[in-house]
């Protein structure tokens, strides 16, 4: 027979010992019968090497069927000095990407070059990015930040007229300007002063306009936005 059933006796100190033969991994038990003649073999906890798998993965333990299998598998040599060019092109990195990416920085530095901006790619993202996509990019976090800007002055009308529900008798004034009579409203001024603030015991000129209370802590009493820091704009 083959396999398990071929066993070599050997004499040591006159005792004949029973082994088998080592190719076939596993585990082999024998018995407890008195007999000691039967034998079973066990499953090891290791797996095994399967060549039928596109990308195998090895651990450390891994069972191969012979040792030209595992010579045909292991890794021959690792060049660890490659002489290859680095690449910095990359279709993934587009306009949007781009744009996502710095939207905060441009957003602070509107007025930065497309130059400085296909710089900063390089430097964050590896990319070496053309001067078009920087123009689009800017351009795309310049038009999504003037939408927000347009919207949020569409509200000033709705917020000014809560303020004056909320606060009857409060102050609140809003200056447009506009390059023909049909044209839409450009923004300008906005001025609210509330109405428990600005009428007080005391008859004479609002020299400051933030006050203080008796917690020595700081509170507006009057804000306003203008063009510009002057007398008439002051008065």
């Given amino acids: 027979g ?12 006159g005792n004949k010992t029973e082994y088998f033969d080592s190719d076939d991994y596993g585990s082999i038990l024998g018995s407890e019968d008195d007999d000691n003649t039967n034998i079973c073999r066990r499953r090891s906890k290791f797996p095994t090497y399967n060549p039928n798998l ?28 490659h002489k290859c060019c680095v690449s910095f092109r990359n279709k993934m990195v587009n306009v949007k990407v781009i744009a996502e990416h710095f939207e905060a920085t441009i957003g ?31 351009k795309m976090i310049k038009d999504k930040l003037a939408g927000n800007f347009l919207q949020e002055f569409a509200m000033l009308w709705d917020y ?16 447009v300007n506009r390059v ?25 000129k609002l020299l400051a306009v933030v006050g203080r209370d008796g917690n ?20």
């Fill in 180 to 204: 023909t009579p049909h044209s839409p409203t450009n923004f300008k001024r906005f001025y609210v002063c509330f109405e428990a603030l600005k009428r007080g015991p005391f008859k004479c």
């Fill in 2 to 13: 083959e396999g398990l059933n071929d066993s070599v006796g050997k004499e040591e100190d």
């Fill in 108 to 138: 602070d530095h509107l007025k930065m070059k497309p130059r400085e901006i296909k710089r900063r790619v390089a430097s964050k993202m590896h990319v070496n990015a053309n001067m078009i996509k920087c123009r689009k990019a800017k």
């Fill in 160 to 175: 000014a007229n809560e303020l004056r529900l909320k606060n009857p008798g409060s102050t609140i004034k809003i200056a």
């Fill in 54 to 81: 596109a990308s195998p993965h090895f651990c450390i333990g891994m069972l191969f069927k012979d040792g030209k299998q595992f010579k045909s598998t292991i890794l021959k040599s690792f060049p660890d000095e």
């Fill in 216 to 235: 020595n802590q700081m509170y507006l009493v009057a804000w306003a936005i203008v063009e510009r820091e002057c007398i008439d704009y002051w008065e």
